[in-house]
């Protein structure tokens, strides 16, 4: 009996930690002003920049929020993640590397360069190119079965349905020309799977994915708890595919910035341009952080530094 109860204080103690801690990083980085909102997609230059919002979920399935934790916001690039996840639970991790790739860029999201440098193909899932050749393998006989596909796996991530933020779809999809010239560019060296126009506005939905900070916790929670759901308890994904999901946000999922990241924080991550950065402490916790500065790779100023305080006071680092 003693045992017991001195386990379940320890608990206690651990959540009254995380709570503190999460306190801490926003107190610490509420007033941060540095970086700017996303304004090549318009919809994102209106989004509120003062937002600031934390969550972090444990493999047993605590939740921890801190922030405005009610605002929805695109998931952007944190998507890349999932569908990836779903690619090669679909086509396995081989075909992943064969028709999509898994080294670093060091070039930016967009990049045009990283193809023409790279024998004329995707570098890795987490960069633009990448992320809609990954969309292209998706199975569906249609559109509509492709998107049902990936709105329905992103929500058996969640926990709960995810709506499409239909202003910032219609707004990407209006300004989308430089991503439609990339995939263009790949469907004409091969290395592109399927119609471009749908398979990009595929990709434009997802990106365009409303979620708030504890539903990316959540999402997110999966790859720290090797593919089955700490909450739900539903098996998504082999503990092999995890490994190599996080293996590449390791490589990329900062992008250009990704490595002076794991040399930092040395937490796998992801950052989308609405200001979402996810990061996982594999068997322990997963963090989501977001707010809409961004600095010039396109990663969140306060995500990053909320995240890195709470790594280093978790002692979370996979190195
Ligand atoms: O395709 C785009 O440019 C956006 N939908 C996503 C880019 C993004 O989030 C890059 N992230 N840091």
């Known amino acids: 009996a003693l045992g017991l109860h001195s386990q379940v204080d320890a608990r206690a103690n651990d959540s009254t930690k995380v709570e503190q801690i999460l306190a801490q990083a926003h107190t610490l980085y509420k007033d941060e002003k540095s970086g700017a909102n996303a304004d090549y997609i318009p919809a994102l230059a209106k989004v509120d920049s003062e937002q600031f919002a934390l969550a972090l979920v444990t493999t047993d399935g605590k939740v921890f929020t801190r922030g405005d934790i009610d605002s929805h916001f695109s998931i952007q690039s944190i998507s890349k993640v999932f569908t990836l996840a779903l690619a090669m639970e679909q086509q396995g991790p081989a075909a992943i590397l064969d028709k999509i790739g898994a080294n670093a860029t060091g070039l930016p999201f967009n990049s ?70 990339i995939a263009e560019l790949l469907q004409s060296y091969g290395r592109f799977y399927g119609d471009v126009d749908i398979n990009l506005d595929i990709y434009t939905r997802q990106c365009s994915v409303g979620v708030t900070t504890k539903d990316l916790a959540i999402m997110a929670s999966v790859l720290a708890n090797g593919g089955t759901h700490p909450i739900s308890g539903a098996k998504l994904m082999s503990a092999d595919n995890v490994e190599r999901v996080l293996a590449v946000m390791s490589t990329a999922g900062l992008y250009e910035t990704s490595g002076e990241w794991a040399y930092t924080v040395g937490l796998p991550a992801k950052s989308g341009v609405g200001g979402g950065i996810i990061a996982i402490m594999p068997g322990k916790f997963a963090i989501a952080a977001f707010s809409p500065r961004l600095d010039a790779a396109g990663n969140s100023v306060r995500a990053q530094k909320a995240i890195d305080y709470i790594a280093e006071k978790a002692k979370a680092n996979i190195f």
């Open 112 to 181: 045009v360069t990283a193809i023409e440098l790279n024998q004329a193909r995707s570098v890795n899932p987490l960069v633009n190119a990448g992320a809609m050749a990954t969309v292209s393998l998706i199975e569906g006989e249609n559109a509509a079965q492709k998107w049902q596909a990936i709105s329905t796996w992103y929500g058996q991530f969640a926990t709960t349905k995810l709506a499409v933020l239909e202003d910032v779809y219609r707004s990407e999809s209006s300004s989308n020309g430089h991503n439609l010239a």
